[in-house]
Structures are given as C-alpha cells and as structure tokens.
C-alpha cells in the first residue's frame, strides 16, 4: 500500500482549483508610506511567508541568517506586532506555512527542519538530512499530506510529521538550489542548471527534466498559475545574472516561453557597461498573477507577464533586498532589505548594514497591463 494513499495513473495532473480567498484589509487611503516592522532579525532575512486566507489575523513569518524564526500579527493600519520566535542550531534558509495556518516549518543548515506548533509554541524536529536544508514546503494533496525538503546533500524527501523516516527520498542530480510547490505542481532547481518538475497527485513522481533557459546559475524559481483555471501552468526562474526566464511546463508554441532582463543598471558606468545583480527572489500576486522580482541591487519590479511589460521599480534601498511576498489577500508587498553576501565579506559593515522588513500596499500597483502582449 503507497504511503500516500493511491496509486492510480498520472493522468492530467496540473488542473486543480486552488483560489486564494480574501482575509484582511489593508487601508490604501492612510498607507502613504511602506511601514517597517517592528524588531526585525538581527542578521540576513532568508525567507518570508504570510499566514493562509483561513487566519483570521494576518501573520508574517521570517526566517534569518541569525539562526531563528520570528512571526508577527499585521494590524489593518500596517503596523506589527511581535508574537514569538524559535530557533535552530544554524541559519534558517525556508520557511512555510500549514494548509490550516497552525503550524510553521522551518528548513536549517543545521541539517534538520522543524515544526513550529504557534498555538503551543512548541517546536520538534521532523526531518533530517546529510546536508543543510535548502527548502521547504507543505504538501496538502487530495490523499495525503507531507512536508518535502530539499537539500545540499542531492536528495529529495517527503516527510509525515507523525514519523522520523521520510515517506519518500529521491535522489536529485545536483544540489538542490530552489524549488517551489503548488499542488499537484512541484519545481526543484539544482546546481548545474538542471530542472525537474514533478506531479504530486496520489504520489510523487517525476514529470520532467529540462536545462534551465538561462546561461547562469538560478537562485529562485516560483509557480505560476493559469489566470482561468487557477491550476499551475509553469514557473518563473531567475539567476544571478539579472535575468528572469518564463517557462510554460506545457506550451502552446514555443513563443510562450522567453526571458527578459531585470535588476541592471547603467549609473555609473563606462563605455556602456552594465552593472548586473542577482534576482535574489520572485513571487507572483495571488489575484492578478503579476509578479515581483527582488535584487541585489536594492530594488523591487514588478511586472506583467502575458503583457510582458514592467509595472513598476522602486527607488533604490541602501541594502539588496534578499525576499519577498504578498499576502493572502493580495494586498500587502512584504520585501527584507539585508545583506546578501553579493559582495562578499568586505562589503559587510554591521554597524551600517541592519536588516529591516517592509510592508508596503500593492494591490493597484500590481493591476495587469492594458498594454497587450
């Protein structure tokens, strides 16, 4: 008997309904400004996620360089309010939320990942690896439920949390680099610039294998759903060459899939050279299916896809910005300014470099394009 209750054929597997519905307000009209959150980490934001629309209150999660994970409750004007944090033995690379929004799972280069119970406040271990653990991300499927995590050490695990021993281990490639999920979707994006998509309807099983479109190494990658259908159609990937790829798992014609540039600069260059950072993070709005790309260059774009053009770029910020989501909602742009190592040791200053997280309302800003692709 498989232990994820079924083992009847693939079939169509990218067509289920996951509809974000609405939670909280954030108030456009006395939110003039981005609000900073109240005692953020001390050392580099790694991750952040919001709590599911079934939260009555809007929480926000983060995870740090600094070895803990930190939650707070977003009041309706924006401002925040600490509720609790946890900790590893190493930094804390992912983090991610339960189906119910009870629990947190956060993924460490202590080799373990946790499960943080927010009514208790309890953590416990759920899973191990031979590496640090690159990701991690919950699994609610029509038969079963699991944590997976990716790491270092080339596997790939799918964990029940009533049990040590994982219920799946698949051996990646390479080391895992990204991955992301959107169920009956998964992504893992490894070194070497390897790709494997993976449907998880009844149980794991590898979809496909392609080379990433990009010419260097991928740092994120995020799912991306049909606008019709809300079913996972394919993902976005970016590199730390400032370029983003949008990548149909099943595409019509081959126009579909293309790249474009991002997070480049010519201020203060000679001769015509470009300054190019890396895409540190993507995440896709949750109603209009716009998207965000954060930089090592301080800044935030966000863009139209299907239209294929940029909606917005911020000012700016005097750090990289190293994450980023919205909310449940669709609302509120969370986005972490803190180092992210691009210029190595020598350009760390701690007493000038500390870590903020911003909230800033986003819903109009992130409206599709009337320009037509």
Not at 190 to 214: D, H, V, W
Not at 258 to 283: L, P, Y
Not at 284 to 311: C, E, I, N, Y
Request: contains cysteine; hydrophobic residues 30%.
């Amino acid at each position: 008997m498989s232990l994820f209750g079924g083992s009847s054929t693939f079939g169509s597997p990218f067509g289920q309904n996951n509809a974000v519905q609405p939670t909280t307000t954030f108030n456009n009209q006395t939110q003039k400004r981005d609000m900073e959150v109240t005692s953020p980490p001390d050392d580099s934001v790694s991750a952040m996620a919001f709590s599911p629309a079934c939260v009555p209150t809007t929480l926000l999660i983060a995870s740090s360089w600094d070895s803990n994970v930190r939650c707070w409750e977003v009041k309706q004007d924006g401002s925040t309010l600490p509720k609790a944090q946890q900790t590893h033995q190493g930094p804390i690379l992912d983090v991610a939320w339960s189906d119910d929004g009870t629990k947190v799972f956060t993924a460490s280069c202590d080799k373990t990942a946790k499960m943080w119970d927010l009514n208790s406040n309890q953590t416990q271990q759920i899973a191990q690896h031979d590496g640090p653990i690159r990701t991690c991300h919950w699994i609610k499927g029509s038969n079963y439920s699991c944590l997976m995590t990716s790491s270092w050490d080339k596997t790939l695990k799918f964990w029940d949390t009533r049990s040590p021993q994982p219920m799946m281990n698949i051996q990646l490639p390479e080391r895992a680099y990204c991955a992301d999920v959107c169920y009956p979707m998964a992504v893992v994006g490894t070194a070497g610039r390897g790709l494997i998509i993976y449907q998880l309807e009844n149980q794991p099983q590898e979809f496909k294998r392609i080379e990433s479109p990009l010419k260097y190494q991928h740092r994120c990658i995020q799912i991306f759903r049909d606008k019709t259908s809300q079913a996972p159609t394919g993902f976005a990937l970016g590199s730390i060459e400032g370029r983003v790829a949008i990548q149909y798992v099943n595409p019509k014609t081959p126009k579909d899939n293309f790249t474009f540039k991002c997070h480049r600069s010519n201020a203060g260059s000679t001769n015509g050279v470009q300054d190019i950072f890396a895409v540190n993070d993507i995440a896709f709005h949750p109603v209009h299916q716009t998207l965000s790309t954060v930089g090592s260059d301080g800044r935030f774009s966000f863009w139209d896809k299907d239209a294929r053009t940029k909606l917005k770029t911020s000012d700016q910020f005097d750090l990289p910005i190293s994450c980023a989501t919205f909310n449940s909602q669709g609302n509120i742009f969370a986005y972490a300014c803190s180092y992210d190592w691009s210029k190595g040791h020598e350009g760390f200053d701690p007493n000038k470099m500390k870590p903020k997280i911003c909230l800033r309302s986003c819903f109009d800003d992130l409206k599709p394009s009337q320009k037509k692709s």
